[in-house]
């Protein structure tokens, strides 16, 4: 997540909806830190990854070497559920980290101590000053939302578009969308992707 993350523009209705548990979470990130196909670490096959039923990791389907989305990022090695993580992103989203520890205690449950770590690291990511994306930059969009009896994948109805950008080894961005067309997706390249930069779709 970072200072430009979507969760700016959701309702709390909205973001119930999208992350209603962990696993829709970490399917978010996993998204957004990953294409959908990957060359493997251990065996170097492009190959999908599916989603361990019992561990917070992802599967090659060659050879089961996994994957962990939250690796390096603030979630790692985290107790704390990541709908918490998620919702206390949110509130500070909202107030651009203008929420003491003790209220994110109070609504969340989690001890101070807890709380006061996640204001500190998300006020970190919140106040970063991101440049544009230079060198090699994955683009992709992704739909996201509540488990329902709905029609699953892309372009699937009651759900909400993201569009991502991913800077190899450095930075990521989202953004709400109302839409994935050209004449959406362009300018939010334009404003935020440097010229002479390989974009990799």
């Known amino acids: 997540m970072n200072k430009k993350s979507p969760m700016t523009k959701l309702t709390l ?8 548990d962990d696993d829709t979470c970490l399917d978010y990130i996993r998204n957004i830190k990953f294409p959908e196909r990957i060359e493997c670490p251990r065996c170097h096959k492009v190959s999908l990854f599916h989603k361990a039923s019992d561990r917070k990791t992802y599967a090659c389907d060659h050879c089961g070497n996994p994957i962990s989305p939250a690796a390096n990022t603030i979630f790692q ?19 651009r ?3 003491s520890a003790k209220q994110i205690q109070r609504e969340t449950g989690v001890t101070y101590k807890t709380a006061w770590r996640m204001c500190k690291e998300i006020r970190d990511i919140l106040s970063e000053d991101f440049d544009k994306f230079t060198g090699d930059v994955e683009l992709d969009e992704s739909y996201f939302g509540g488990k329902g009896k709905e029609i699953r994948g892309r372009g699937a109805e009651n759900k909400t578009p993201f569009f991502g950008m991913v800077e ?7 953004h709400v969308v109302p839409n994935v067309k050209r004449s959406t997706i362009y300018p939010i390249v334009d404003a935020n992707v440097s010229k002479g930069c390989t974009n990799l779709y």
């Open 13 to 20: 209705k909205d973001f119930q909806e999208m992350f209603p």
């Open 77 to 95: 090695h985290s107790p704390t559920p990541l709908t918490t993580w998620f919702y206390v992103i949110y509130l500070m989203a909202q107030t």
């Open 97 to 99: 980290g203008g929420i």
């Open 168 to 174: 190899r080894g450095g930075k990521v961005e989202t």
